[in-house]
T-cell receptor
Framework: DAKTTQPPSMDCAEGRAANLPCNHSTISGNEYVYWYRQIHSQGPQYIIHGLKNNETNEMASLIITEDRKSSTLILPHATLRDTAVYYCIVRASGGSYIPTFGRGTSLIVHP | DSGVTQTPKHLITATGQRVTLRCSPRSGDLSVYWYQQSLDQGLQFLIQYYNGEERAKGNILERFSAQQFPDLHSELNLSSLELGDSALYFC???????????FGSGTRLTVV
């Protein structure tokens, strides 16, 4: 499975958009990009996933570049409750896969 | 409520003791994963079970073991506990395919 690279930390003002990047340059054609977040001491929470096309749900938007080597998670109007560690993971469908969480990006949303 | 239930939420025990952590996966999920998260550390994968059988092992110590029962709930057994075993232990479940993983709220283990 492809490895991912994320900045260790970012900050964002409340009410502004938070754009969290992820590089996955070795991603394979059948691998999806997943985003999770972990609010302090809680279990990681699924946010969104995608294969090729951009995706949007009630929590966030996922923008995947055309070559699929990078993606950006967008929180359109960040709130203080969005302060968390955000993990980008790539995985193939089916089969045996062990979700491996790197260090992720620690996002701090400030007033 | 994520649908994955972990008990107990908190556990305090002494060094050398043995504890059992329990996880009930989300309804319909056949796979269970156990993770350890020490203070300010990332999530370390320990072990995976799929429909009662061990599927994959990560950095799980020999003092630790797990099993998944016919009703699909899983237990993680930690023995000869050391201070360094103090951590959050998370369980996650999933179905096959492209679906994501659902995590429980974790068990905070403190070894004193």
């Amino acid at each position: 499975d492809a490895k991912t690279t994320q900045p260790p930390s970012m900050d964002c003002a409340e009410g502004r958009a938070a754009n969290l990047p992820c590089n996955h340059s070795t991603i394979s054609g059948n691998e999806y990009v997943y985003w999770y977040r972990q609010i302090h001491s809680q279990g990681p929470q699924y946010i969104i996933h995608g294969l090729k096309n951009n995706e949007t749900n009630e929590m966030a938007s996922l923008i995947i570049t055309e070559d699929r080597k990078s993606s950006t998670l967008i929180l359109p109007h960040a709130t203080l409750r969005d302060t968390a560690v955000y993990y980008c993971i790539v995985r193939a469908s089916g089969g045996s896969y062990i979700p491996t969480f790197g260090r992720g990006t620690s996002l701090i949303v400030h007033p | 409520d994520s649908g994955v239930t972990q008990t107990p939420k908190h556990l305090i025990t002494a060094t050398g003791q043995r504890v059992t952590l329990r996880c009930s996966p989300r309804s319909g999920d056949l796979s269970v994963y156990w993770y350890q998260q020490s203070l300010d550390q990332g999530l370390q994968f320990l072990i995976q079970y799929y429909n009662g059988e061990e599927r994959a092992k990560g950095n799980i110590l020999e003092r630790f073991s797990a099993q998944q029962f016919p009703d699909l709930h899983s237990e993680l057994n930690l023995s000869s506990l050391e201070l360094g075993d103090s951590a959050l232990y998370f369980c996650a479940s999933s179905v096959a395919g492209i679906y994501g993983y659902t995590f429980g709220s974790g068990t905070r283990l403190t070894v004193v």
